[in-house]
Nanobody, 120 residues
Framework: QVQLVESGGGLVQFGGSLRLSCAAR????????MAWYRQAPGNQRELVAR???????HYLDPVKGRFTISRDNAKNTVYLQMNSLKPEDTAVYYC??????????????WGQGTQVTVSS
């Protein structure tokens, strides 16, 4: 079993910065794509950014140029650096990872979510 443990959320003012972290804990062969999603009240969950195991990245258009996703494979951790935060970035942010087991099965796991609130 794999657990994704998130940290780094909180309350920040407009224009501020936060860094989210998500560490994968467990016994597995490899982590493939890792990603961050977010869900604001009344909205569907949306993909914010993702990074492959080859470090290819993709971003939601509204966060391009402000957010940066990165990963440390030695620590099985993915990060989301969020700069120039806006009130519309307020949401619960979820970590997501596609993990391959030693039997070569791939399963998608989710973190528990961390609240990010940006005040105007």
């Amino acid at each position: 079993q794999v657990q994704l443990v998130e940290s780094g959320g909180g309350l920040v003012q407009f224009g501020g910065s936060l860094r989210l972290s998500c560490a994968a804990r467990g016994n597995f062969f490899n982590i493939n794509t890792m990603a961050w999603y977010r869900q604001a009240p009344g909205n569907q969950r949306e993909l914010v950014a993702r990074i492959t195991d080859g470090d290819i990245t993709h971003y939601l258009d509204p966060v391009k140029g402000r957010f940066t996703i990165s990963r440390d494979n030695a620590k099985n951790t993915v990060y989301l650096q969020m700069n120039s935060l806006k009130p519309e970035d307020t949401a619960v942010y979820y970590c997501n990872a596609d993990v391959t087991s030693w039997s070569r099965d791939t399963t998608t796991y989710w973190g528990q979510g961390t609240q990010v609130t940006v005040s105007s």
